[in-house]
């Protein structure tokens, strides 16, 4: 089947190029058998058949937010973050490095007989949550500035979207006190309420550095 797209939207282009990359690396291993989209909000689906082992390849993209399963004849799952850790982040269609990744360790997983399947709706990452996939995360705090703009928005995120505080080594917010930062190392670990995840913000206050990322 041949990928035909009349527009020219951004999503179109995610499109396009998230079928051109799957070519790229699997090849004539891989035939498009259905897809649609995109539409409001780039969602699209492209579903391929991989030949050599009669498996489905799905790349689902919802709001940008881009997925690939590889399911069996038995209709099992699996996703490259279940056996790849470096997967371990939220990947957005209109990123190729993000698309080319996904695509690569999934491509890794069946050529290397990596691959483990899981039955369907046993794992977390059978849904995307909506809630945190476009939390903004930090991987570097430069300045001290950066560290206490983090801070607030992760209040907001507590108070306003119902994040869970589940540790630290001091209150959101008590970071300094008189004047003064409470300890070299100040860490503090949030969690989505829909669906688990766990973000970690922790500076070094006395070499600087440090980030606020996505744990799990």
């Known amino acids: 089947?041949?990928?035909?797209?009349?527009d020219d939207s951004t999503s179109?282009?995610?499109?396009?190029?998230?079928?051109?990359?799957?070519?790229?690396?699997?090849?004539?291993?891989?035939?498009?058998?259905?897809?649609?989209?995109?539409?409001?909000?780039?969602?699209?689906?492209?579903?391929?058949?991989?030949?050599?082992?009669?498996?489905?390849?799905?790349?689902?993209?919802?709001?940008?937010?881009?997925?690939?399963?590889?399911?069996?004849?038995?209709?099992?799952?699996?996703?490259?973050?279940?056996?790849?850790?470096?997967a371990n982040y939220f990947h957005y269609a209109d990123v190729e490095k993000d698309v080319r990744q996904l695509v690569e360790l999934t491509h890794q997983a069946i050529k290397e007989n990596l691959i483990i399947f899981e039955p369907v709706g046993t794992t977390k990452y059978s849904e995307t949550c909506l809630h945190c996939f476009d939390i903004k995360e930090v991987h570097n705090f430069i300045s001290p500035e950066l560290y206490e703009e983090t801070i607030e928005y992760i209040k907001e995120l507590i108070e306003k979207e119902n994040f869970i505080f589940v540790e630290g080594n001091c209150n959101i917010g008590e970071h300094k006190k008189d004047g003064y930062w409470i300890d070299d190392i100040i860490y503090h670990v949030i969690k989505c309420p829909k669906c688990g995840w766990e973000f970690t913000c922790i500076v070094n206050t006395y070499k600087g550095g440090g980030s606020f990322t996505r744990e799990r």
């Open 1 to 6: 089947m041949e990928l035909i797209l009349e």
């Open 12 to 86: 179109a282009k995610s499109m396009k190029n998230c079928h051109k990359i799957m070519l790229d690396i699997f090849g004539n291993d891989v035939q498009l058998v259905e897809y649609w989209g995109p539409v409001q909000m780039c969602v699209f689906y492209l579903e391929y058949h991989y030949l050599p082992y009669d498996y489905k390849i799905i790349m689902e993209c919802e709001r940008g937010f881009i997925v690939i399963e590889v399911q069996n004849k038995a209709g099992d799952v699996f996703w490259p973050l279940m056996l790849f850790p470096k």
